[in-house]
């Protein structure tokens, strides 16, 4: 069992919705088989009002995971010590049962691109990020789990798979992972490779919790299909059918549907976490 | 072969630039115009972001105008922080040289107010005054010093200012004045509002912060604004939330 908190339990086995401020009413009422929530690190890094005040209420009905989207852990630039500070702030006085970040940057000297951008696989890549992780797992005191990217394009420059470097970060920092199985799904379509035998190389042992979201239909300059994350739309059926393949074989493990633009009205989300509860079914 | 994070930021901000060597789809050739997927979500995401924050801007130059304007500005004053709830603290000066916009003269005002309303909805929780500390002695109440909630924020404004926010959030409000109004902005509970001053209120919440004891708050602002009224002043700061706990002067 990953050990991703100190103070709080692991995250349930259970499904877990990203959270929407307009669902904080039918979401407390009516969870159906929300077991967890998870919240985007950075909204709630204001001082006060609304926003913390409806986190301390959520925290004490569901299990919270934080996931971070802002602090650049692939950059090339040395992490933003404010912002590590801040997180170190929120994630004290919430207590969550995890906290995650991306494999991604956005920063750039003093600017913040509010976009997760991808980096190339090699042995200087991979010796940076750890070095990243160890220091907001030092800064945290705690275990983080790291997100694998939707890619749109490659880096002729990689020598590593995606699969063998999160493998080996894994190794050298004892960080856990978050496998975002629709961010499989968009890689592999859009890099023309299996998404079942990505899974399969995948480090299993380490993840401590999975994501499934919609994403957009587009196509290339050459007509290939070319998947964006969107996170705007319900969960398709080739998603939730790899889902079932990573829990076959994972083990069950907290899922998260991931619904953050054209949000629904409570309802359509709880039935995709009822669908997340369906597959979980079979793992249990 | 090697693509740094500087050539892939200028390529990313700056359509017009080609897309960096060393990127590949996967069959090995260039990436081509999948490079415009990050392209288009970081214009597209700070844009979000930008209407999100500016609603009265956004309501004042409607759908259209309002990207194109957040299309230049995203590109001349990306976030400078991962904390998207503190973006775009430069727009008021932004459109104070934007010649597209400069024939409408309270438009960075009006940033202004967005852009505080904000800050107050983020700001620090706090108890609101309780209004029993005004029942004493006049020598006692006139030592008071009384302090502002970290949610109340006052703007001052050439412009009718709170008239032109009620006219585009309040159903059947009046035309605006041809007159200057200064802001109040309160938090009660979770939700600021703004409410108008009259002339010489921003002077006297101003002393309040500045930690000027009642009676002489009262002094410095009459001076400046014969016309101030006290007790309507206090009555607004009581009933909107204005006023937290307050210190006696020797305190």
Known sequence: MLDNSPRAPNLPNAPGVGYKPQ????????????????????????????????LRALADQFALSVHGVGLSIGGEAPLDRDHLARLKTLVGWSSPASFSEHLAWSTHGAEFLNDLLPL???????????????????ALGRQML????????????????????LAELVHRTGCGLLLDVNNVFISATNLGLSAESYIEAFPLHAVGEIHVGGHDEDTDDHGAPLLIDSHGKPVVDPV?????????????????????????????????????????APAQ | ??????????????????????????????????????????????????RTAFPLIYKLLGAQTFDRLA????RQQPPSSPLMMHYGQELPKFLQSFQPLSHIGYLPDCARLDIAMRRSYHAKDAAPINPSVFQTDPEELM???????????????????????RLNFEPDAPKPRATAQDVLITRPEFDPAPHALQPGGADWLQHLQNGMAFGSAHEATITAAPSFDLSAALSQALQTGALTEFKTKDS
């Not at chain 1, 709630?44 to 409806?54: S, T, V």
């Not at chain 1, 190339?120 to 030092?138: G, N």
């Not at chain 2, 990313?12 to 260039?30: H, I, K, Q």
Request: net charge negative; charged share 20%.
């Open chain 2, 143 to 165: 030592s008071l010093r009384l302090a502002l909630a970290p949610a109340t924020i006052v703007l001052r404004s050439d412009w009718p200012l709170h008239d032109i926010w």
């Open chain 1, 240 to 280: 939730w059918s790899l889902l079932a393949f990573a829990l076959a074989k994972s083990g069950p493990r907290p899922v998260l549907v991931e619904w953050d633009n054209d949000v629904p009205d409570w309802p359509v989300l709880r039935a995709e976490a009822e669908r997340a509860a369906l597959a979980l």
């Open chain 2, 71 to 74: 299309a230049i500005y995203v």
């Open chain 1, 23 to 54: 669902h904080f009413t039918d979401l407390r009422a009516d969870p159906g088989p929300v077991r967890w929530i998870e919240v985007h690190a950075e909204n709630y890094m204001g001082d006060g009002g609304r926003p913390l005040a409806q």
């Open chain 1, 146 to 165: 790291l997100e694998n990217p939707s890619s749109y394009l490659c880096f002729a420059e990689s020598t590593w798979s995606e699969t063998d470097f």
């Open chain 2, 1 to 50: 072969m090697s693509v740094s994070q500087a050539t892939f930021r200028s390529a990313l901000l700056d359509a017009e630039e080609a897309v960096p060597e060393g990127l590949l789809d996967g069959s090995d050739t260039p990436a081509g115009a999948r490079f415009s997927v990050y392209r288009n979500n970081v214009v597209v995401s700070l844009t979000e972001a930008l």
């Open chain 1, 120 to 138: 190339p696989y090699t042995s200087e890549t991979l010796q940076r990020v750890a070095d990243h992780i160890d220091q907001v797992q030092t």
